[in-house]
């Protein structure tokens, strides 16, 4: 198994710019979960998805920040336009949950490091 | 909503000795309580979990104790080694999503 799959794995870019940052999770997890981290605010789960339906965006930071899921094996989420605060690393992880209330090990991606200058 | 404290945020230890990390949870539902470790410039991964039903569990160095009446966990590493230096995140959640500590950056020095 070749585990959750970002790209890209590093992404430097300038403010204004729009940045896609793509998943690929564990073949036959249901749920999918987009992470940020940095040090000021530690690692802060922006949106989680079951069975490809986004169930949480409470954490996604504002309107410019947008996360989809067409299908079970790929999720993107897009920054449009960037800022220089948006600077992080971005973490993708899956899970399979078996029902609600009952709860697995979540799998991370190895991150995508992103710079806006 | 949950809300997870950790503490404390760095620990020095010395090759041998025993860690305890702690956190607080503040939602009794929450029932499901994952330890994740963190290398530097790694993604966390988990190394041990317990779920509400138990009060304890270990593998190996590694133990973890819920006291679900006081919403405090503990991770225990015993007979550390300089391979242990990561950042250590405790989390929680109530079957929907995990709500993670702020992380402990601990140093094993040898």
């Known amino acids: 198994d070749a585990g959750v799959i970002q790209s890209p794995r590093h992404e430097v870019t300038e403010m204004g710019q729009e940045v896609t940052l793509r998943c690929k999770p564990i073949s036959g997890h249901n749920s999918l979960f987009w992470y940020r981290q940095t040090m000021m605010r530690g690692l802060e789960l922006l949106i989680y998805?079951?069975?490809?339906?986004?169930?949480?965006d409470s954490g996604m930071p504002e309107d410019r920040f947008s996360a989809k899921m067409p299908n079970a094996s790929f999720s993107t989420l897009k920054i449009q336009p960037s800022e220089p605060r948006d600077s992080a690393v971005y973490f993708c992880?899956?899970?399979?949950?078996?029902?609600?209330?009952?709860?697995?090990?979540?799998?991370f991606g190895p991150g995508t490091r992103l710079t806006v200058l | 909503g949950e809300n997870v404290e950790q503490h404390p945020s760095t620990l020095s230890v010395q090759e041998g000795d025993s860690a305890v990390i702690k956190c607080t949870y503040s939602?009794?539902?929450?029932?499901?309580f994952p330890w994740y470790k963190q290398e530097l410039g790694k993604r966390p991964q988990l190394i041990i979990d317990i779920r509400s039903n138990v009060g304890e569990k270990k593998d190996q160095r590694i133990a973890v104790t819920l006291n679900k009446t006081a919403k405090h966990f503990s991770l225990h590493i015993t007979e550390t080694q300089p391979e242990d230096s990561a950042v250590y995140f405790c989390a929680a959640s109530d079957g929907n999503k995990l709500v993670f500590g702020a992380g402990t950056i601990l140093r094993v020095k040898s």
């Open positions: 992880a899956s899970s399979l949950n078996p029902g609600a209330r009952d709860y697995n090990e979540q799998f």
């Open positions: 939602d009794s539902a929450s029932n499901y």
């Open positions: 998805f079951n069975n490809n339906v986004p169930i949480d």
